[in-house]
């Protein structure tokens, strides 16, 4: 049947099906209001569904088969089951527009499909079954229609069977399709197969228009061809030619003789993705020759003459199409620009909702520190004569209640009681007593029952000392909860500031970068500049292969010379076992690298050492050297000090600042019992970017610093840890060099030698005295050396753990890179 229709109202139709996909996916982008929008978006779903349903009842392939009307009308009532009455009537109108055979046939094969839905849903209760549903509807309707007018025969159900086949495929396909169209979905992209889903349903809705024509020109071809145009000016090459493909296949299905514009459609998709890079022009223009060279070379199948007309006809479509319509659907493309701008966007909108509520987080442990702190600090103006009165009342109340003369004494001599039961009790704080016997004196003769007062004051201040020590652990613990929520709250700040760093544009880096690589003979795929921070560089680059090591042995010198620090290989991932491209991590490097020697040997010769030591590398560039010695020998000082270790490792590694990590532990081991278990804690922490060390000693001996001929001592002069609620910790902060010995030792090595009046002197003689400058030759050599000293004896436990600080050298040398001329 061939229908006369207007160049407009053609134009009109393409425009409108593009439009109401594009718009449908981006709707779901934005919100809407409860009443209008509702109204409004089921309105559009009606005409859409009135629309799609026509086209698809119209569509017919191999002259007879109608595979695409009980599919829509299974995936409509499923998504949109209030709209199945709809989907019937648009079914029903679109084939009884082919004729009235059509529709006859489509409304049996609805009827099949109900009676055959209900009753599986009904024996297996599983909407899995709709496929099973569909393909039983169309083969038994097509063989009914085929039983009623030609009787029984084998042909009759083998094409019955085929076309239920194919109507259960299209059914699957159809539940991928056709919800991009009727729902709201916010998604960032389509995955290939929706893409492929939606040109075959767009593909089927074509096959609705064959048979239109404009003064003899296919309406179905110019339709085509603008949906390739667009699909290969969004998605490029592979989605152009893959939409052709598909295209061509399901029209040559509706008519045989479109079988050639399969070639075409292809061919058209892949020059105009190829030269998508020239804008709609260029993509218009690989139509054109697609058209020329096809209609020239393709053995007269189609008059040149008319396929060249409909190629401009689907052009001026596609040239008037709006540019943001192609800028909304390649968002959901991925491999495109706009796509991946919209997936940075959404990732960037992720990223920050996450670091605000980190940055709020960080705000509630801040502000629990502080009022942590601002209750300790009401505490502390709880004073001394506060103190008294409350003493003297409850002392009072158990013996100048009951006596005779309490208004004598209270109500006439007042000031006189207080000052002497004052004195009184400060003379008990100190003495234990009352030993001054003129103060004793003075109270005989002021006081009736001299001696109950003195006896209950005395009980009173061994309750008033047990109630002090419970308030000063309550207020240690406050301090201590203070802190560790500062400490927190610094960290989960930093956290949530790396968050929101971005990767800055290093376009003219990258390709100043590329071009060097490319100078000394290596070619590189491509160069990520994430970071050109100093000491914090990090780029990634594709190398078409490192098997021999060509990241370490020419691009790290490279960009050594460039960046002027040294830069060296991190990572090198292996893109596929089929090829031998990498993917190369080049970071910065620290300025200096440290070498270690470790010497201990425990009292006496046993296995267990009171000491415990230990040494690691922080995420920013620290190396961190700690020894910790426990009160006393064997395996409840080696508890302690390892515990001591423990916690500052676990705390240090968190991101915590080392005082506040120092001054948690101290809280936690002198609250943990009340027995008197101490701990001394050596530490340092050397940055390898500036060669900075701070010492942080908290009852440890002094530690030296052999630079060349002279040894320097550093020390402090804090009590061990868990001795004292409230410690200060001094930090001391010296300058390393190319070279330098650090020497860190527990007590046991410096005070072995027990005759040396001077031992700061007599340890800077014997590391003045060893000449070698290899780590664990050193303390090796000092080791013997003390014990040696000691009379051949080990006193005590002994550690000693001597660093060696030395600048980085790259394995292989900087590259000079040629500089260019000014112009």
Not at 589 to 601: D, F, I, L, N, Q
Not at 673 to 701: N, P, Q, R, W
Not at 796 to 818: C, E, L, N, Q
């Amino acid at each position: 049947m061939l229908h006369r229709l207007s160049l407009r109202a053609i134009s009109g139709q393409a425009a409108m099906l593009m439009n109401d996909i594009i718009s449908l996916k981006t709707a779901g982008e934005r919100e809407e209001t409860k009443v209008n929008s509702t109204t409004g978006q089921s309105m559009k779903t009606t005409v859409i569904i009135l629309s799609l349903g026509f086209l698809l009842g119209r569509a017919v392939i191999l002259l007879q088969l109608l595979p695409f009307v009980v599919p829509f009308l299974a995936a409509v009532s499923h998504w949109k089951r209030s709209c199945t009455l709809v989907a019937v009537t648009a079914l029903l109108a679109g084939s009884a527009s082919v004729s009235f055979t059509f529709a006859g046939h489509t409304m049996l094969a609805i009827a099949f499909y109900f009676m055959f839905h209900g009753l599986l849903l009904w024996v297996f209760g599983e909407k899995k079954m709709i496929p099973v549903t569909v393909f039983s509807a169309v083969a038994v309707s097509r063989y009914v229609g085929f039983f009623v007018s030609e009787g029984h025969s084998w042909y009759h159900v083998l094409t019955a069977s085929i076309e239920g086949s194919l109507a259960m495929i299209i059914t699957v396909i159809f539940f991928q399709s056709v919800p991009i169209v009727l729902e709201r979905k916010r998604k960032a992209a389509l995955r290939h197969e929706e893409i492929v889903c939606l040109v075959i349903l767009l593909a089927s809705l074509m096959t609705g228009t064959v048979g239109w024509l404009i003064y003899e020109l296919s309406v179905e071809q110019i339709i085509a061809r603008y949906i390739v145009l667009i699909f290969a000016f969004v998605g490029g090459a592979a989605i152009g030619s893959t939409v052709g493909v598909v295209t061509g296949l399901i029209l040559s299905l509706a008519n045989v003789a479109n079988l050639f514009y399969m070639s075409l459609l292809a061919f058209s998709g892949l020059l105009g993705g190829l030269l998508k890079e020239g804008k709609k022009i260029s993509t218009a223009f690989g139509l054109l020759i697609a058209t020329l060279l096809m209609g020239m070379y393709g053995e007269n199948q189609v008059q040149l003459e008319f396929s060249l007309y409909e190629s401009i006809l689907a052009i001026t479509l596609f040239m008037a199409t709006p540019k943001k319509w192609t800028t909304q659907l390649s968002k959901f493309i991925p491999g495109t620009l706009e796509h991946s701008q919209e997936q940075q966007q959404y990732l960037r909108k992720i990223r920050d909702v996450t670091a605000g509520k980190v940055e709020q987080f960080s705000n509630l442990f801040l502000s629990l520190s502080k009022s942590f702190t601002l209750a300790e600090a009401n505490s502390d103006k709880l004073n001394r004569e506060r103190e008294v009165d409350i003493f003297l009342s409850r002392v009072t109340e158990k013996t100048c209640q009951t006596c005779m003369k309490k208004h004598q004494c209270w109500a006439k001599k007042f000031n006189e009681t207080y000052s002497l039961m004052e004195l009184l009790m400060s003379e008990c704080e100190r003495e234990g007593d009352v030993t001054n016997r003129t103060l004793l004196t003075q109270w005989r003769h002021h006081c009736i029952i001299d001696e109950r007062v003195i006896a209950t004051m005395k009980d009173e201040l061994n309750q008033h000392y047990a109630s002090k020590h419970l308030k000063q652990q309550l207020l240690e613990s406050r301090r201590l909860v203070a802190d560790q929520l500062k400490g927190v709250s610094k960290v989960m700040e930093d956290f949530a500031k790396d968050m929101q760093r971005e990767k800055q544009e290093h376009d003219k880096q990258e390709f100043e970068i590329t071009e060097a690589i490319q100078q000394a003979g290596l070619d590189v795929n491509s160069v990520d500049i994430y970071s050109l921070e100093a000491g914090n560089v990090d780029i990634e680059i594709n190398l078409p292969s490192n098997d021999y090591s060509e990241g370490e042995k020419i691009v790290a010198p490279i960009l050594s010379d460039i960046l002027q620090e040294t830069i060296v290989v991190k990572q090198v991932h292996q893109l596929s076992a089929a090829s031998s491209e990498a993917r190369v991590v080049f970071g910065s490097t620290k300025r200096y690298v440290v070498s270690e020697g470790v010497a201990h040997a425990a009292k006496d010769g046993r296995l267990v050492s009171g000491d415990s030591y230990s040494t690691m590398e922080l995420g920013a560039g620290k190396h961190v050297i700690a020894i910790s010695d426990g009160m006393g020998n064997g395996t409840r000082a080696h508890l302690e000090s390892q515990e001591t270790i423990g916690l500052l490792k676990n705390i240090l590694r968190s991101g915590i600042e080392e005082t506040v990590a120092i001054k948690s532990i101290n809280s936690i081991l002198s609250l943990r019992s009340d027995e008197e278990v101490f701990s001394t804690l050596d530490l340092a922490m050397v940055d390898l970017h500036d060669g900075f060390v701070k010492f942080l000693k908290v009852g440890s001996i002094p530690s030296f610093i052999k630079r060349g001929e002279k040894v320097t001592a550093v020390e402090s002069g804090n009590l061990p840890i868990g001795i004292i609620q409230e410690m200060d910790v001094d930090v001391v902060t010296e300058q390393l060099k190319a070279g330098d010995l650090l020497i860190m030792m527990s007590d046991g090595i410096y005070e072995a030698r027990t005759m040396a009046e001077n031992k700061d002197m007599w340890m800077k003689r014997v590391i003045k005295e060893i000449k070698t400058d290899d780590p664990q030759e050193i303390a090796d050599l000092l080791m013997e050396r003390v014990i040696r000293e000691s009379g051949n004896e080990i006193h005590d436990d002994m550690t000693v753990i001597v660093t060696k600080i030395d600048h980085y050298s790259p394995k292989w040398a900087t590259i000079p890179m040629k500089q260019k001329k000014n112009a």
